[in-house]
């Protein structure tokens, strides 16, 4: 089993059931070997019906597709394409908050209000509205209808961008990669790499830098915003993951999938009295609520909700019998689930109409009802708890950890708690204390071992005095290997971050919240540019990024929007174009030339943290900063 995972839990429950009918990814990745050549090289085409058409290479002559186009613009369509369903994820998701954010403010007896009404101020003005004299709802609907124009607007800039280092702007502009409009790059994307539109493979990675753009400096930076504006901005909190967080004597209640406006009514619905009297009238000792993924991230950050684990662990939460009740939301979400439940007594809940699941109970939210609907979804789950059968089994891994820091809060910390400053943090990189930061985001992935990579390679940049952010799922498996306790930079960390962990009481490692979140990792970069020292670009900032277990179309547009903003991004796995070496190229070389960053593809998690350590080096030296001090 420890192939599979490094994570005990994980191993436990894959033990348990490894004879049994109940099958999870592991058993399904492994039915899909060996995989298509084409589709992992990136040359299958399948956008016309004139094919599909695969491009071979015989004796250094390579096929067409039936329309001429060749290897380099299969692959660089497939791959933007990739692109744009990443952007539309994350993006969809923020037009949801942005119209979540409208309806708080229109109505001011609903279950949503403004929480922090200091962040509305501040993004209000980021978007040029007149703060003064209006009140937090006629501030929040301003907010909420600028927000969601920038989706459907047509020319122009994003609002968003203009947080970027200005240098980085200009250079965005003279590339032409600024992004117009959210929904107008994706359709972009869609329309350039239709059959017989653009076949310049780098034009057509032009546009996926740009609609990538809109992903991070748009609908994720936006879903960011208005999530802390309406749930609160995190501040740091102490709580547990790992499966050992379910609880056999109560109601488990798992909420998994990225979208917290449901969540956030199902923690409050929780607590009430009518449902807490009908547990206990079921014989229960509490209501025990989860998280899965995303979804975990966001109710982690904001309420300190325990965490139940991340991608892979989905159906091994069903395996442990326990679980009453798992509500999903959108994305990441195995299909598998509601049929896993025919061997166990778990009720899978669709909320969402753009996700619905064959064999799921479907319960639709609706922003205007939230709360009612959380507690009939509570309370499916409390009539559940009598119908657990079997032998439950929950393994007994759980671990602290140290969560909720944002880029207002994890640095402000680093100049105490009085200064709100970056300072002491950039000249830690310059005196050398800290040699530099390495963002580590992204999914597990069935075809590398669970968790391994991520921990494996924050445990590397840690000990090299690399301070580490993390996100998502790389979040969560960094946190289950207990890297997100403050008293593990004694045992992990070098001797300069030790330094810095102790002096301010923070753990090596960094939790900045889900995948959208990513935009704060994107804030705390410009913040320290501003902060000054360090050069005038992020592409200055001896820092790094990495998602070593990525899988989803997701991941690409984060690995995008990253490079596009000037950061060296290392993957565990290729992207699907290692049949193009043209564009392999261009990804891995030629891009540094224009926006400053490139990718690297390097499955071993200790390489790949030493390619992260070499460019973070590069980066001091043409900084001219001093030595690192304790090599
Ligand atoms: O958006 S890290 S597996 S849960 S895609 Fe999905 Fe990947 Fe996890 Fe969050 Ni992000």
């Known amino acids: 089993m420890t192939n599979q995972s490094i994570d005990k839990a994980t191993q436990e429950i894959l033990e348990k059931f490894k004879d049994s009918s109940s099958k999870t990814a592991w058993d399904r990745a492994d039915l899909q070997k060996p995989h298509c050549s084409f589709g992992q090289q990136g040359t299958c085409c399948r ?204 109601v488990n209640i798992v909420v998994h999938g990225h979208d917290p406006a449901l969540s956030e009514m199902v923690v409050a619905a929780s607590h009430d009295p009518e449902l807490q009297k009908l547990m206990e009238q079921k014989g229960a000792q509490g209501i025990n609520l989860a998280g899965i993924c995303c979804t975990a991230n966001e109710i982690l950050m904001r309420q300190g909700v325990p965490v139940a684990g991340n991608f892979l662990q989905q159906e091994l939460a069903v395996m442990t019998g326990v679980v009453d009740l798992m509500m999903v939301d959108v994305q990441c979400i195995m299909s598998s689930l509601p049929d896993l439940t025919k061997h166990f007594h778990t009720k899978v809940v669709t909320t969402s109409p753009k996700a619905k699941i064959p064999g799921a109970e479907h319960v639709e939210f609706s922003e205007e009802h939230a709360f009612k609907t959380a507690k009939e979804i509570v309370r499916m789950g409390i009539e559940n708890f009598s119908h657990r059968h079997g032998n439950p089994f929950v393994p007994n891994e759980s671990m602290d950890l140290l969560a909720g820091f944002s880029s207002e809060s994890v640095f402000n910390f680093l100049g105490g708690t009085y200064r709100s400053t970056y300072r002491p943090l950039n000249d830690a990189v310059i005196d050398g204390r800290l040699r530099g930061a390495a963002g580590i985001v992204g999914c597990n992935n069935p075809k590398i071992t669970h968790d391994w990579a991520h921990v494996e390679m924050a445990k590397e940049l840690i000990k090299n005095d690399v301070l580490v952010v993390v996100t998502g799922c790389s979040g969560i498996a960094d946190a289950k290997a207990g ?83 000037g950061v060296f991004t290392v993957l565990g796995n290729p992207f699907p174009v290692l049949g193009s070496p043209s564009l392999t190229k261009h990804l891995t070389e030629e891009l540094e030339d224009t926006v400053g960053g490139k990718f690297a593809f390097e499955s071993d998690p200790i390489k790949a943290a030493h390619l992260m350590i070499d460019h973070i080096e590069k980066k001091r030296e043409a900084l001219k900063l001093k030595e690192v001090m304790y090599t």
């Open 483 to 565: 890297l997100l306790r403050p008293e593990i930079a004694y045992k992990m960390a070098g001797e300069g971050l030790q330094e810095i962990c102790e002096a301010v009481g923070i753990p090596p490692v960094l939790h900045l919240g889900s995948c959208v979140d990513n935009s704060r990792i994107l804030m705390t970069l410009t913040n320290i540019v501003h902060e000054g020292g360090l050069g005038e670009d992020i592409s200055d900032l001896p820092v790094a990024g990495a998602a070593p277990e990525w899988m989803s179309e997701k991941a690409v547009a984060i690995g995008f929007y990253f490079v596009a903003s």
């Open 47 to 250: 956008v016309c019906t004139m094919g599909p058409c695969r491009i071979m290479t015989k004796k250094n002559v390579s096929t067409l597709g039936v329309c001429g186009v060749g290897a380099d613009t299969i692959a660089a369509r497939n791959l933007v394409r990739m692109i744009a369903a990443g952007t539309a994820a994350h993006s969809d998701h923020a037009r949801d908050v942005a119209l979540t954010l409208h309806l708080a403010a229109k109505s001011e007896e609903g279950d949503y209000k403004v929480k922090d009404p200091i962040k509305l101020r501040k993004i209000a003005h980021i978007y040029g509205i007149e703060t003064k004299d209006k009140n937090n709802q006629e501030l929040a609907l301003a907010l909420a209808e600028r927000a969601l124009s920038n989706f459907g607007q047509q020319t122009g800039e994003l609002d968003m961008t203009q947080r970027a280092p200005k240098k980085r702007r200009e250079l965005w502009r003279t590339l032409g990669i600024l992004p117009r409009g959210i929904d107008r790059e994706v359709v972009e994307v869609m329309h350039r790499t239709t059959m017989g539109v653009d076949t310049d493979f780098r034009n057509i990675i032009k546009q996926g830098l740009r609609c990538s753009l809109a992903d991070g400096w748009g609908g994720s930076m936006i879903a960011t915003e208005l999530q802390d504006i309406l749930f609160g901005t995190p501040t740091p909190l102490r709580s547990k993951v790992n499966l050992g967080v379910l609880d056999q004597d109560k």
